[in-house]
């Protein structure tokens, strides 16, 4: 070593210590095998590590960090807990957004969604009002590119959100995506309050933003306002010129009387609600809608919340990420910028987002990149967390510690007679200041939309008399929605009021196991019948219990009592296989007919 080198090295204060090592970063909470990859070790010897603290525990079971640290010293592995990843798909409302600067507060245009029944008139109210842009100087209104356009009136601009409807509007509430200021529901004057029309009634209410009511189609000989607004009381609607606090305009999108005053009132009820934004920060928004292009590749319509997109930018958009290659407007023309309720079309993400997604711009690409990275990697623990939103088993617990003050029910039933008094009864039960609140009623089968209502609410969903569709219950398990199916109002009733009082017990209950469809049938001896069948989903046992529905009715329930692929005995056929299904007395199989396979197991009555 030279003189100058350990001169050098010497300059060190004496006694100085090294920097302490932080070692491994783990997250708050993480499965076994995660823990294991992290600290590069096998599961099964962190599985053995924990066995001899006394914990029992499986690869993928869930333990807290404490936990993480304890089994990691005792491996001579060092270890530091990490911070969440921050869930960007989980955006506030515009106007709870957290603001750094207060001064930066800017007023920012409300964002407008068009709700209603089918053939009521929200297509051509959209067409309308496109039309009656003054921004734009082109004849015949404007070239929508996107999903999402602008109109200004009076020098005061509105966004328009061109979605399918409310199920669009709920899927996205239901991931978190408070994407809407105020919610216009259509109704025709000539055809009144319809299913779809009380359906978007009670999305937007559960979706706590203002409605402005829209009586379409009042050209017509036959319209009647006046039905309509009488009709809107018995859902709890009060218009103004009745006492109420709901506005309501009476106008005709194919004439386009009335538009004009639909305008004035949507930006009133927007200066009453101080929208505001931050357009100095870095941009935060919410997909829209995405798709990918065969030339220009993923594209992803984004309404901006806060902040200023810019081309250039990087972004981070759910488990995507990219760098802004080019931005278009509503008119497909190119932008350079973005501000708080813009909606603009992006092009640059490594890969198609999803509706819903929120969009955050950061530094720089490798930023973009490891919060990307860090947010897969919490993906299968965030997954073993995705418990029942909320569920009658812990309803009681969530009652005890103050995260619940009111239990939210979405209700179907078989037939219209059965809902009124099961929703009375249920309303008058409450238990310790906890009520029951009713959020939807409907009759017929337990769709998606209901499980997307029930996501986005925070509620449970009902059945009497009915079941969920095979989509909706594929659904409710993927988002963890208790789905309960009773044919007694009796143990409804008791359920609910046990649940309540933290006194529900196990029962038996069905557990599908998969479906087949019959789609030839043959004759076996004189009298039985086989059918020939593809499995849809899941799998068919011999021995099996089964049920065969046919026009989404049951028409007869016992066991699988024969099985076979092509002419050998099997135990067992999965989905996507062709096999021949024989059920125990019955004889009368027709191309079409569903054949529906479940068990049965403990659990808590009226669980599906």
Known sequence: MTEASAAKKSTKPAGTKKKAKRGIGVPSSLTVKHLGDLIDVDPITVIKALMKKGIMVTINQLIDYNTAAM??????????????????????????????????????P???????????????LLDAIRQTNVMDSEAGGITQHIGAYQVEVKEQKITFLDTPGHEAFTAMRARGAHVTDIAILVVAADDGIMPQTIEAINHAKAAEVPIVIAVNKIDKPEADVDRVKQQLTEHNLLIEEWGGEIICIPLSAKTGEGIPDLLEHLLLVAEMLELTADPERKALGLVIESEMDTTKGPLATVLIQQGTLKVGDSVVVGD???????????????????????????????????????????TDDKTARTQVQKALREKETETMQAAKLLSLEDIYKQIKSGAVKELKIILKTDVQGSVDPIKSSLERLE??????????????????????LAVASQAIVIGFNTRPEEGARRLADNEGVDIRAYDVIYHLLEDVEKALNGLLEPVIIEVVDGHAEVRAVFKVGKRDLIAGSYITDGKMNRGALARIIRAGEMIHEANINSLKRFKDDAREVLTGFECGIGVEGFADFKVGDIIESYHQEEAHRGQV
């Open 320 to 362: 995507t990420w990219g760098k802004i290659k080019a931005m278009f407007n509503d008119k497909g023309k190119h932008a350079r910028k973005a501000g708080p309720s813009k909606p603009v079309e992006i092009m640059g993400l490594n890969k198609v987002p999803v509706a819903g997604d929120g969009l955050k711009a950061v």
């Open 431 to 452: 238990v310790e200041g906890v009520k029951v609140r009713i959020i939807h009623t409907g009759t017929g089968t337990i769709t998606e939309q209901d499980v997307f």
């Open 110 to 124: 409300p964002v407008i969604t068009i709700m209603g029944h089918v053939d009521h008139g929200k297509t051509r």
């Open 71 to 108: 089994v990691a010293k005792d491996l001579e592995v060092e270890v530091h807990e990490e911070p969440s990843v921050e869930q960007v798909n989980e955006a506030p409302k515009y106007h709870r957004f957290a603001i750094d600067d207060e001064s930066n507060r800017q007023p920012r």
